[in-house]
Antibody, heavy 117, light 107 residues
Framework: QVQLVQSGAEVKKPGASVKVSCKAS????????MHWVRQAPGQGLEWMGR????????NYAQKFQGRVTMTRDTSISTAYMELSSLRSDDTAVYYC??????????WGQGTLVTVSS | DIQMTQSPSSLSASVGDRVTITCQAS??????LNWYQQKPGKAPKLLIY???NLETGVPSRFSGGGSGTDFTFTISSLQPEDIATYYC?????????FGQGTKLEIK
């Protein structure tokens, strides 16, 4: 069965970077885009971008351009999302989600990133 | 970017009621519209894809419709376990934007 297991919660200071991992299992990792979505406390869902695990090609939401980097390591079926120059309003739960023909059919459990001085 | 406008933002209904949520896209997205359910502290769950297709394993009381710019999501008979926040999402154009969500409560 498809599983996406994310890394644990992080606490970062403003200006720092965070790198969240998403380990995939139960399917061919290179066969499907991986998306990243975040949710600030009490707020809605916000699409951040996606990566093709096959080619490494990425598409980012304009809002995060220049601050976000999505990568992957196909040898361990893991996708990564790194966000830099963290601010307090980056405090959120970050989810990875696997594409399934233009829908997000499988989600990780989420990783809470807290940005606080 | 395509803007997705959901309404209402919150809704209170009784068990057994028929509940409908609407989602409007700022431009034509054909049928590339998905609906997700999110319960507190949990990841979202896909319920409906391509506007009207029920994801495998999802109860048949959930349904979706529409195309172009106007879409609906319906629960035919509300159950206590349906208490959640529901989101629409367009996957026609990048970025794949979400609606702001509809919080559903039991009256």
């Amino acid at each position: 069965q498809v599983q996406l297991v994310q890394s644990g919660a992080e606490v970062k200071k403003p200006g720092a970077s965070v790198k969240v991992s998403c380990k995939a299992s139960g399917y061919t990792f290179t066969g499907y885009y991986m998306h990243w979505v975040r949710q600030a406390p009490g707020q809605g869902l916000e699409w951040m971008g996606r990566i093709s695990p096959n080619s490494g090609g990425t598409n980012y939401a304009q809002k995060f351009q220049g601050r976000v980097t999505m990568t992957r390591d196909t040898s361990i079926s893991t996708a990564y999302m790194e966000l830099s120059s963290l601010r307090s309003d980056d405090t959120a739960v970050y989810y990875c989600a696997r594409d399934m023909r233009l829908r997000l059919g499988y989600w990780g459990q989420g990783t809470l990133v807290t940005v606080s001085s | 970017d395509i803007q997705m406008t959901q309404s209402p933002s919150s809704l209170s209904a009784s068990v057994g009621d028929r509940v409908t949520i609407t989602c409007q896209a700022s431009q034509d997205i054909s049928n590339y519209l998905n609906w997700y359910q999110q319960k507190p502290g949990k990841a979202p769950k896909l319920l409906i894809y391509d506007a009207s297709n029920l994801e495998t394993g999802v109860p048949s009381r959930f349904s979706g419709g529409g195309s172009g710019t106007d879409f609906t999501f319906t629960i035919s008979s509300l159950q206590p376990e349906d208490i959640a926040t529901y989101y629409c999402q367009q996957c026609d154009n990048l970025p794949y934007t979400f609606g702001q969500g509809t919080k559903l409560e039991i009256k």
